[in-house]
């Protein structure tokens, strides 16, 4: 087995064994380019670990539970996060271990280095994996670098590279990882160059930052950035950055740190240094014939290239570079991921700005009942809130969906200090916060035990005189309403009458429906385990992600419901409308959109195109294909033979194993018909829908994810979750037997 091949040592026949980086590296070294000296752990290592430790058949095992192309990016997620963990607690075989030791203990003895991936996959024509793959630079010491090996190993599964892979249509069961371990320069300052900017402007682009290159590559340094002609060099703009802090190596690891009042005021390259990269890049461009992205890092007054590969949004370009391929998709896989002080800044404008700017604005709509307003106000009320309700959507999506990272940025940290033998402990210090729908669910608890209580006002309920019903009932249930008269469900208001509340609150005092689990750990404890971990100098970084972790995971929950309370309101306004428009027989206002209904509102006489126009309130939900199925037969009621799934392969979200009949949810109704035990069989949870879930003996939902909002509250109550289950509700009927596996993330349906 050729296990480690140094750089002078790689040839072209080696592309397979040390990836297409490495293979760079090594030939532009043999071209008397200064490159750190280094090494590659080729993938005959990777591969005999896996074949050893049977790693290899655990990741086949994940990799076969549903089809890539089935899973959300959610559900991606989960399964790079079970390899990830795969990958920390599975050490490196002690044969192995052994023969890689002495060559990089004589190669580097206790010398900084970097290590980086070089998959083979990475950097082909057509692809690149820049910023995909974990790259880790200051790391000391034999066992550290090993470690930090398998952690690049690990990075092959992250969730950006399998998305980035699915959209390339690879191949994952032949996806391997060799590893480049280099000298670390500490460098004065460091960069990138794009010999043609990857923006198709049609210049050359450098940027550069003081300190090493991992502030800049990572975000979280703002670089100076210079445009060049290509053809002279001469410098066409430049950018300058606010310059504030660089990245330094420290013992363990590296940290920012504040510039000198004279870096601050100059730029990081002096016009003699810019020219050298810029001429090295375009040098690299000659070499390779194709524009590159070059990485590389100043000391003293020498230039050192770290590493070099394509630029892949540049297609075959001619001279002045205006020949483009299709756009590279792997910026939106990267912006999945947020930065530690990225999600610190979204934190705080979440909580302290958003979150009340929306519910200030839900309250400020609610004190305009559209019913008394004329046609032309109801109008001008529609489209008000129309748009009101697609700025609050647009912010979902530009900053709450992207602050939901934050509950995975934590889990990763614990269980990367951890190594816990669950992937998901860490969701157990997520679960100290406050959540909106579960107060909402004990505010219902308190209103059934009022029924439980007492035999005369479950009489009057159940005979339908809710208006007869003592006082304090009457108080309390005007309350709840007032409080969550907004909930919505498919663009329909939950709580337009009380009927259905009434239905739901009998159910509940049927029988004593459970709170949140009781006798959860000791989270003061859990809390104090996990920042002890830390030295005393990394603890208030313990305590800010931890509190982040928690937020995020909060979110999930309570940013939806106050979402909804605005989506109400404009529904509250199109309602109306569809009353005052009702008497025009030639038109079902139950199928308007809300700017049908404000047409017809202004012109009676117009004809909406209801077959062609398409407008939806709510996120649309897609069905992305089918797991693998196991056929049961069955018999319809005219005695037709059929063949139905028996069983249905999920991810398994919440420990436990329940039995009864399904009801599977599409519309309000389906809601307020749920029995206590029966399980809640639907496409996605809504925060908003969750009030039933005290009556559910379990949860299947078609979403998968551990951080969904279904896995999150059958957690809470300590119910069977299975997620991920592809076309839940068509498998399953209302009625239908079924057995919820939550341990193997298995739903059967019994025969």
Not at 36 to 59: D, M, N
Not at 220 to 225: K, L, N
Not at 227 to 238: K, M, Q
Not at 683 to 701: G, K, Q, S
Request: proline share 6%.
């Amino acid at each position: 087995m050729t296990g480690i091949l140094p750089f002078e040592g790689i040839e072209p026949r080696h592309r397979g064994l040390v990836g297409g980086k490495a293979l760079a590296l090594a030939a532009l070294q043999r071209r008397g380019i200064t490159v750190p000296g280094g090494l590659c752990v080729t993938t005959a290592v990777y591969r005999e670990v896996l074949r050893t430790t049977g790693l290899g058949t655990r990741i086949a095992m994940e990799l076969g539970r549903l089809p890539l192309t089935a899973m959300r990016w959610e559900e991606i997620w989960d399964m790079a996060l079970r390899i990830r963990s795969l990958f920390l607690r599975t050490p490196i075989p002690g044969r192995l271990k052994d023969a890689l030791t002495p060559e990089l203990e004589a190669r580097f003895g206790g010398h900084a280095v970097a290590v980086r991936s070089s998959s083979p996959q990475e950097d082909r024509s057509g692809a690149s994996f820049a910023g995909l793959h974990d790259s880790y630079v200051n790391v000391r010491g034999t066992d550290a670098i090993l470690e930090h090996i398998r952690l690049v190993w690990a990075s092959l599964w992250s969730d950006g590279a399998l998305l980035y892979r699915r959209e390339l249509g690879m191949d994952m069961q032949k996806s391997a990882m060799a590893v480049i371990v280099q000298r670390l320069v500490d460098g004065d300052c460091s960069g990138v160059a794009f010999s043609m900017s990857p923006d198709g402007a049609g210049h050359a682009v450098v940027e550069s930052v003081y300190g090493l290159n991992q502030g800049l590559v990572d975000g979280t340094i703002a670089p100076d950035r210079w445009n060049l002609d290509r053809r002279s060099g001469r410098v066409l703009e430049h950018t300058p950055a606010v310059r504030r802090q660089a990245l330094r190596p420290v013992d363990d690891g590296v940290a920012a740190m504040p510039l000198t009042d004279a870096e601050k005021n100059q730029p990081p390259l002096a016009a003699g240094a810019l020219d050298r990269v810029f001429r090295l890049s375009m040098d690299l461009e000659e070499t390779f014939g194709r524009p590159q992205d070059v990485e590389w890092t100043v000391r003293g007054d020498r230039l050192f290239l770290l590493q070099s590969r394509p630029v892949t949004t540049v297609g075959d370009a001619s001279a002045d570079g205006n020949a483009w391929s299709a756009a590279d998709k792997r910026p939106w896989y990267l912006s999945l991921k947020r930065s530690f002080d990225n999600l610190k800044t979204l934190h705080r404008r979440i909580e302290d700005e958003l979150l009340p700017q929306m519910a200030a604005e839900a309250e400020r709509l609610s004190r305009t009942d559209p019913a008394g307003l004329s046609d032309e106000g109801l109008i001008d009320a529609i489209r008000t809130r129309m748009r009101i309700h697609r700025h609050w959507v647009d912010v979902y999506w530009r900053d709450f969906i992207p602050f939901a990272h934050g509950a995975r940025l934590f889990g990763q940290v614990y269980n990367d200090l951890v190594r816990p033998d669950d992937p998901y402990a860490f969701t157990a210090l997520l679960g100290e916060t406050r959540m909106t729908g579960l107060d909402r669910n004990r505010d219902l608890q308190r209103l059934a035990g009022m029924i439980r209580e007492s035999d005369r006002l479950r009489e009057q309920l159940t005979a339908g005189a809710p208006d007869d019903a003592p006082p304090d009932f009457t108080e309390h249930l005007n309350a709840f309403l007032a409080r969550y008269e907004d909930l919505t469900f498919k663009s329909v208001r939950f709580f337009k009458d009380r009927s259905g509340l009434v239905r739901l609150l009998l159910e509940m005092a049927a029988q004593r429906t459970p709170g949140p689990v009781a006798g959860k750990p000791d989270m003061a404890a859990l809390t104090a385990d996990f920042i002890n971990r830390f030295p005393p100098d990394r603890q208030g970084f313990a305590r800010q992600i931890l509190e982040i972790g928690r937020s995020s995971y909060r979110l999930r929950d309570n940013d939806n419901i106050v979402l909804a309370r605005i989506e109400a309101q404009l529904l509250k306004a199109v309602d109306e409308g569809k009353r005052r428009i009702g008497v025009l027989d030639r038109v079902d206002v139950g199928v308007l959109t809300p700017t049908q209904v404000a047409t017809l509102l202004s012109d009676p006489d117009a004809r909406p195109d209801i077959a062609g126009e398409q407008e939806a309130i709510d996120e649309p939900v897609q069905h992305q294909g089918r797991p693998g199925l196991g056929p049961a037969a069955g018999v319809t009621a005219d005695g037709d033979f059929v063949m139905r799934a028996r069983q249905a392969i999920g991810q398994p979200a919440g420990q436990g194993l329940a039995v009864g009949p399904a009801r599977v949810i599409s519309a309000v109704d389906d809601l307020f018909r749920f029995k206590a035990g029966e399980i809640l069989v639907c496409d996605a949870i809504d925060p908003n829908m969750t009030f039933v879930v005290p009556l559910a003996a379990a949860i299947v939902e078609r979403r998968g994810g551990m951080l969904v909002h279904g896995a999150i509250i059958a957690r809470e109550y300590g119910l069977p979750c299975v997620t991920g289950v592809a076309d839940a509700t068509t498998l399953i009927h209302t009625g239908d037997r079924i057995t919820v596996d939550g341990y193997l993330g298995i739903v059967t349906l019994d025969t």
